[in-house]
C-alpha cells in the first residue's frame, strides 16, 4: 500500500532485516573501497592514529604538560583515540552518506536507513585495527586490561555506536538538503574532541562539573574505555550512567528526525 | 480470471516550484530557509517541502507533475506508459516504486516489484565486476544466495566475460551498461517498472534487451514500461497510457493510444514534430554563418500517422536560410544520421551538379525525398551549406532535430527492427551454385 504519511513514523525493523544484505554489501563496499588504490591500503588505519599520538604526545605532554593519570601518556592518548577515531569516521562518512549516493536514492527504492547504517558498521574496522595496536601498544608497556574489559568493551562499543547513529542520521538528514551541513562537521568533531577527555584525563574536569561534563555522551564512554583497559581510575558510574543515557536518547531523537525527513529525500537530494 | 497486481486510485504528486531538480540549479542554504522560516514562523524548518508546506504557503508555488491518477493493472499484463518529457510518467513510476511518496491518493501493489529507472544505480567505479554484481543485486532487493545462485547467467547475458574480476572503471561504456542491464534483468520480481532502459547501449544489446522484456512478458509477469521508443512499446505492450501534464488522457490497446500519440504531435521533443516549423537557434552550428539555417520544417504526405515519416514513404524537407548577401551556393545537403552519427543519407545538391542561388535576408527552398528507406526508429536530420565540396563551409548543424521513422502496416514489429535499411527481398531454392 502506497499512501502519503503523516507525523513521525517509527523504525520499520522488518524492513530493515529484509534488506540486511544490501546493508552488509555497503559496508563490505566502504570497506573495499576506502582503501582502494592506495599504497598503504588498510595500514592506513594504523599510521593514522600512530601520527596522532606522536603529535599529541610532544604537544600536550612535553609543552602542555597535561597529566596523564599514571600511564605513559601515548597509551593513554591512544586509548581514548581509538574510540574517538571511530566516531569522527563515522560520523564524518555517515553524514554525508545519502547526498554521497544520491543517484542510488533518486533511482532505486530501499530503507534510507541503510546507507548511514552502513557506514556506521564500516567505521568498526578502523576500531578493531586501532583497538589491536592499544593492546599491542599495552603489552609492550606491560600494562594489563582488567578483566571486566571482555563485557565491558562489548558494552561501551554499542554505546558509541548508539551516539554515532543518533549524531550522524541527524546530520545525513538535513545534508540531503542543506548542504551546510558538510560545513558543519568538521568544526563539530573538532570543538567535540576537545570536549571529550582524550587529550586530557577527566579527572581535570572539577568534580561539581563532572555530571554535566558527562552530557557529552563520548566523555562518558572514553573515560570508562580508558578506565577498563588501562585501569587509569575507577569507572566514575554516575557519568558513565549519564552518557549511555544521552547516548540513547540521541540515537533515537536522530532516528526520528531522519524517519521524519526520509519522505522528502528522494525529492531535494 | 486473472488477478489485479497493480492499482492506482486517483494518485498525485505536487511540487513546489523550484523544489526538483530540473528546475532549480542550487539549492537553497540553511540560511535561506531560515530567514525564510522566521518571515513565516508556522512553517518549521523540519516541514520545507514535506506535504503540508505547500498548503499553508498557497497553490501558486505548486505544480502538480501528476494528478488524478487511477488504473489498474491485472496480473500479467505489459502496459505501456508514454507521453513527452515532463508529463509525469517518471514521477508515477518513482511513487509506484517507492522512491518518492504520493501527495495525495493510493496505490497497491500485489507482489514483489522490482523497478530499473536507470541501469547501473549503485555501481562503484573501484570495484570489480563481480563486487558490483552483488551490490546492485542487493539494491534491487536480492539476496546474496540468490545473486550467487544466477551469477553465471549474469556474467553470460553480459558479455563481459574475463573482465569480471576487473574494476568497472576500466569497463567501456558498452560493458558497464550491459553488465548492469544483466544484473537487473536476471532479478525475478512479481511486478516489473522499467524506465527508458533501452536508450542506451548499441543496436546488438538494445535487440538483446528487447529479447529479454519479450521474455519477462511471456513468462506472465506484470509489467510497466515507460519509452519514447514507439517500436519498442508497440511490440511489448497489450496496452497504453497516454499521459500529458500529469493526467492520464488515454488508456487502452497499445495500437489506438500510440497513434492517438503520435498523431497528436505528443513524439516531438521540445523542438521537433512533423510540418511544424524548427526554429534553430539553439542547436549546434559550425561554419562561417555569412549564410545559415534559420529554421526547417518536415513531414510526409500521410495524415494517419501525423505526417511523421514512415518506411518507403516520401520525405519533404523545407529549410529557412538567411543570407547576408545573394551568394551562389555548390553544395546544400539534408543528411539523416542513425543515433551514432554514422551518415545514412545524404542528399546534396553536388551530386545532381546543380548550384543553388540564396536571396539576401530569407531563402526558403524545399528537398523531396521520393522514398526513405529507412525501418522504423529515430534518427537525426544533419545541415549542410558550403560554397562549394569543401570551403568556406558557411553552416554544419550535426543534429538539427530528431527524425522519427514510423510504420505504417503494423505488422510484427520485431522483424523490422533489424538493420537500419528497409529493401524488397524474396527467398528461393538456388538449383545450382551461382
Known amino acids: 500500500m502506497i499512501r502519503p504519511s503523516r507525523g513521525l513514523r517509527g523504525i520499520n525493523a522488518r524492513e530493515l532485516w529484509a534488506f540486511r544484505w544490501l546493508i552488509l554489501t555497503l559496508t563490505a563496499r566502504h570497506i573495499q573501497v576506502r582503501y582502494a588504490q592506495t599504497l598503504l591500503g588498510i595500514g592506513w588505519a594504523v599510521v593514522q592514529p600512530v601520527i596522532s599520538v606522536a603529535i599529541f604526545t610532544v604537544v600536550f605532554a612535553r609543552f602542555a604538560r597535561i597529566p596523564s593519570d599514571g600511564k605513559p601518556y601515548q597509551v593513554f592518548a591512544l586509548a581514548a583515540l581509538v574510540p574517538w577515531t571511530y566516531i569522527s569516521s563515522a560520523v564524518s562518512t555517515a553524514s554525508g552518506s545519502l547526498s554521497a549516493s544520491s543517484a542510488m536514492v533518486t533511482k532505486v527504492y530501499f530503507p534510507r536507513l541503510a546507507l548511514p547504517i552502513s557506514y556506521i558498521f564500516s567505521s568498526l574496522i578502523d576500531f578493531v585495527i586501532g583497538l589491536a595496536l592499544l593492546l599491542s601498544m599495552m603489552f609492550w608497556f606491560r600494562i594489563a586490561p582488567a578483566a571486566s574489559s571482555v563485557v565491558a568493551v562489548p558494552f561501551l562499543v554499542l554505546a558509541m555506536m548508539l551516539t554515532a547513529t543518533g549524531v550522524s542520521c541527524t546530520l545525513a538528514a538535513f545534508d540531503v538538503e542543506y548542504r551546510d551541513v558538510r560545513h558543519v562537521v568538521p568544526f563539530l568533531l573538532q570543538a567535540w574532541m576537545y570536549a571529550s577527555p582524550i587529550v586530557y584525563p577527566m579527572s581535570l574536569v572539577p568534580d561539581k562539573f563532572r555530571q554535566l561534563y558527562a552530557l557529552n555522551p563520548m566523555a562518558g564512554i572514553i573515560e570508562a574505555f580508558r578506565a577498563v583497559l588501562l585501569g587509569t581510575t575507577a569507572v566514575d558510574w554516575r557519568a558513565l550512567a549519564v552518557s549511555v543515557a544521552v547516548s540513547l536518547a540521541l540515537c533515537v531523537f536522530g532516528l526520528m528526525v531522519f524517519r521524519y525527513r526520509e519522505r522528502v529525500f528522494a525529492d531535494v537530494v | ?434
Not at chain 2, 523497478?115 to 552483488?134: A, K
Not at chain 2, 576487473?166 to 522499467?194: C, D, N
Not at chain 2, 490497446?253 to 503520435?262: Q, S
Open chain 2, 1 to 434: 480470471m486473472s488477478r489485479t497486481a497493480v492499482r492506482t486510485e486517483r494518485l498525485g504528486k505536487r511540487y513546489r516550484i523550484g523544489q526538483t531538480r530540473k528546475t532549480r540549479m542550487v539549492q537553497p542554504t540553511l540560511s535561506e530557509t531560515l530567514i525564510a522560516a522566521l518571515k513565516a514562523p508556522f512553517v518549521s524548518v523540519l516541514d520545507r517541502g514535506g506535504a503540508g508546506a505547500a498548503d499553508r504557503r498557497g497553490e501558486k508555488s505548486v505544480i502538480w507533475a501528476l494528478e488524478n491518477v487511477s488504473f489498474e493493472l491485472l496480473e500479467g499484463e505489459v502496459l505501456g506508459v508514454i507521453g513527452r518529457n515532463g508529463a509525469g510518467k517518471s514521477t508515477l513510476l518513482k511513487i509506484l516504486s517507492r522512491i518518492t511518496e504520493p501527495s495525495c491518493g493510493w496505490a497497491e501493489i500485489d507482489g514483489r516489484v522490482g523497478s530499473l529507472l536507470e541501469v547501473g544505480t549503485g555501481f562503484h567505479p573501484d570495484l570489480t565486476g563481480r563486487q558490483n554484481v552483488y551490490l546492485n543485486g542487493t539494491i534491487l532487493g536480492m539476496d546474496r544466495r540468490e545473486i550467487a545462485r544466477r551469477f553465471d547467467e549474469i556474467v553470460e547475458f553480459s558479455g563481459v566475460g574475463d573482465f569480471i574480476d576487473t574494476p568497472v572503471k576500466r569497463y567501456s561504456t558498452g560493458m558497464h551498461v550491459r553488465l548492469a542491464f544483466a544484473v537487473a534483468a536476471h532479478f525475478e520480481p512479481e511486478v516489473m517498472i522499467v524506465d527508458e532502459v533501452l536508450a542506451v547501449g548499441d543496436a546488438e544489446f538494445q535487440r538483446k534487451c528487447l529479447a529479454k522484456m519479450d521474455d519477462v512478458a511471456r513468462a506472465g509477469r506484470t509489467v510497466l514500461f515507460v519509452s519514447h521508443n514507439m517500436n519498442a512499446i508497440q511490440r511489448l505492450c497489450t496496452r497504453c497510457i497516454l499521459i500529458d501534464q500529469g493526467k492520464i488522457v488515454a488508456d487502452g490497446p497499445t495500437a489506438d493510444v500510440t497513434a492517438r500519440y503520435l498523431a497528436e504531435g505528443f513524439a516531438r521533443t521540445v523542438k521537433s514534430g512533423p510540418l511544424e516549423w524548427i526554429v534553430l537557434n539553439s542547436v549546434e552550428h559550425a561554419g562561417t554563418g555569412q549564410s545559415r539555417f534559420a529554421s526547417l520544417r518536415y513531414g510526409s504526405d500521410n495524415a494517419t500517422v501525423g505526417h511523421h515519416a514512415y518506411t518507403d514513404g516520401p520525405l519533404q524537407v523545407t529549410l529557412e536560410i538567411v543570407s547576408d548577401k545573394p551568394r551562389r551556393v555548390g553544395s546544400l545537403a539534408v543528411t539523416v544520421n542513425d543515433e551514432h552519427g554514422t551518415v545514412l543519407v545524404n542528399a546534396d545538391s553536388v551530386e545532381l551538379g546543380v548550384s543553388v542561388d540564396l536571396r539576401r535576408g530569407t531563402t526558403f527552398l524545399a528537398l523531396q525525398i521520393e522514398t526513405l528507406h529507412l525501418k522504423p526508429g529515430t534518427y537525426v536530420i544533419g545541415l549542410w551549406l558550403a560554397e562549394a565540396t569543401h570551403e568556406p563551409v558557411y553552416d554544419y548543424i550535426q543534429s538539427a532535430c530528431p527524425l522519427e521513422v514510423v510504420d505504417l502496416q503494423g505488422t510484427a514489429l520485431g522483424s523490422r527492427t533489424i538493420g537500419a535499411v528497409s529493401t524488397t527481398f524474396s527467398w528461393h531454392e538456388a538449383r545450382e551454385p551461382i
